[in-house]
T-cell receptor
């Protein structure tokens, strides 16, 4: 079992809809959680970071964290075709120190006009 | 704002050759991380440096070595290259050392092709 699990998709949503991406992690000691967006052949781009239980909103993006359930999600409102990319859930290693990131396999999102 | 700079962007090598990848972190960032991303895979952590000292080590082959220099730039040296080393290599940097909330910013990556 991977330490960070994501649905690989593709997740297909119409333009203007809400896209919901989910992630579970195994290390209960993890403290920091990130969502990165990656276009094909490009580098991961930070979308959201979240550290406490609850919701965190930034523009069209909302991250949700539930440490008891070891669950992180990302909601994208008013989805645009330019949001079509792979979304990587990343968790800090939880072992302290210099927090390497453990990535999920990524969810491919396709927003169609 | 300045970002993480990686060079070269593309590199083509033959089997058994050596390669050196360079990374220049965001100014004032003290930690550098190297990740390898194979085709269709998620980034895998290789190694990291904090204040010029190795801080963590992941699934890095013994054929690879890395260091961080006094100006905080880092180099990943890869020897006896194999076909399976063909991948995107990303460098990321962060500020704050041991703080668990460090946010890592990624460079554009080096695409290594081993023929």
């Amino acid at each position: 079992q991977k330490e960070v699990e994501q649905n690989s998709g593709p997740l297909s949503v119409p333009e203007g809809a809400i896209a919901s991406l989910n992630c579970t992690y195994s290390d209960r000691g993890s403290q920091s959680f990130f969502w990165y967006r990656q276009y094909s052949g490009k580098s991961p781009e930070l979308i959201m970071s979240i550290y406490s239980n609850g919701d965190k909103e930034d523009g069209r993006f909302t991250a949700q964290l539930n440490k008891a359930s070891q669950y992180v999600s990302l909601l994208i409102r008013d989805s645009q075709p330019s949001d079509s990319a792979t979304y990587l859930c990343a968790v800090n290693s939880g072992s302290g120190g210099y927090n390497k990131l453990i990535f999920g396999a990524g969810t491919r999102l396709a927003v169609h006009p | 704002a300045a970002g993480v700079i990686q060079s070269p962007r593309h590199l083509i090598k033959e089997k058994r050759e050596t390669a050196t990848l360079k990374c220049y972190p965001i100014p004032r960032h003290d930690t550098v991380y190297w990740y390898q991303q194979g085709p269709g895979q998620d980034p895998q952590f290789l190694i990291s440096f904090y204040e010029k000292m190795q801080s963590d080590k992941g699934s890095i082959p013994d054929r690879f070595s890395a260091q961080q220099f006094s100006d905080y730039h880092s180099e990943l040296n890869m020897s006896s290259l194999e076909l399976g080393d063909s991948a995107l290599y990303f460098c990321a940097s962060s500020f704050g050392g041991k703080l668990a909330k460090n946010i890592q910013y990624f460079g554009a990556g080096t695409r290594l092709s081993v023929l």
